[in-house]
């Protein structure tokens, strides 16, 4: 994996992925709550982060490479991601 690469997808899937946890917590921590993993991670963020990060290793998985079945290639990506 190349560094341009490596550098697109922390901040591209792994930053993006992690928005939700960082918004509970700026949440708890303006209305004065405890902060704790229990507390972030409560209302499904981490649903949100793994299927984030999964759905862009599906993607960069299957990445069409060469012109031949592009479509098919796509439409299996995202059947397999949606199952």
């Known amino acids: 994996m190349t560094p341009q690469k490596l550098t697109r997808w922390f901040f591209f899937t792994v930053m993006a ?45 299957v990445a069409p490479r060469t012109s031949k079945k592009k479509t098919m290639k796509s439409i299996c990506a995202g059947l397999c991601f949606a199952s």
């Open 17 to 61: 992925a992690l928005i939700p946890v960082i918004l509970g917590c700026l949440n708890l921590w303006t209305y004065d709550k405890p902060l704790s993993l229990n507390s972030v991670s409560s209302k499904g963020e981490l649903l949100l982060i793994s299927a984030g990060i999964g759905g862009a290793a599906i993607g960069e998985s």
